[in-house]
């Protein structure tokens, strides 16, 4: 493939204007322009006979007015976690639902889930509410409840048909983001959980641009074993330093088949180079913990059930506490209120 001829934007300026959407001018920009994104683009002296003088002058500058608005309508939630990784494939969605779960097992503890992977939406099947629609009113949308402890919104609840695909460009999605932070009456929340696609672009671009005036506590990045795994995390890693988001710490999902019945414990992916913990301590972030992998888990989110409620001794359950207490002390929480040790 031949190489492009446009030149890249540097990383600083994307993280500084993720969801901009640079004009498309008509001429070469002339000499002594003030460039498209100026305050002055279209109104300076040099843009008098300038063709792409309303083009400039229509761009969008200056910060985003829908900021103040979220900032004030996610004033009421505590702590606002992400659930990264950077490769598809690694349980981001699974282990979002049960630490929703994990969370909501303390009745005084009020959680929210948002669900930002806008092309493959499988949080409202997880938790048991895909069927539910979004209702509209003067306070905004109103999410749908799993719990009564335990919001969710998705854009699955837009949706005429179950299997309708989701075909959007970058602008799109992020406009539906900010309206899931502007327009949702997400009320008073100890915790939101924001469930990401893989990657490291728009939908978490925007989820950083929107959230970052009302405070982003972290990030926790999901990986499994192996070594193909690891790679796209060291990339999501790298995108959340850059970004200045913290990373609360790992989470080596799946790491071992632990059999329902005589509990022999099998690894199906080999650590080859020493898996999550060994890339934790390369990196100088904290390990949260080992997840096994357990089939009754698949099992719960097929039918939308709490897999803290129906297995709670399972090693499955007693590594997740393990991990939610992690977490918790990662944010300055006392551990023991919000899981208390078995």
Known sequence: ????????????????????????????????????????????????????????????????PDIPLINARLAGIKHKILVLSGKGGVGKSTFTSLLAHAFATNPETMVGVMD????????????????????????????????DNLAVMSIQFMLPNRDDAIIWRGPKKNGLIKQFLKDVEWGELDFLLVDTPPGTSDEHLSVNTFLKGSGIDGAVMITTPQEVALLDVRKEIDFCRKAGIRVLGIVENMSAFVCPKCTHTSEIFQATTGGGRALAAEMGIPFLGSVPLDPRIGMACDYGESFFDSFPDSPACKALRGVVRGLASQVNLDPNEIMPEA
């Open 1 to 64: 493939m031949a190489p492009s001829l446009e030149a890249p934007e540097t990383v600083q300026d994307v993280l500084a204007n993720p969801l901009r959407e640079k004009p498309h001018l008509v001429a070469p920009e002339p000499e002594h322009c003030p460039g498209p994104e100026s305050e002055k683009a279209g109104v300076a002296d040099s843009c008098a006979s300038c063709p792409n003088q309303k083009i400039c002058a229509a761009a969008p500058k200056g910060p985003d």
């Open 116 to 147: 930002t992977d806008i092309c493959g939406p499988s949080i409202p099947k997880m938790l048991g509410v895909e069927s539910e629609t979004i209702h509209v009113s003067n306070a905004g949308w109103s999410p749908a409840w799993a719990m």
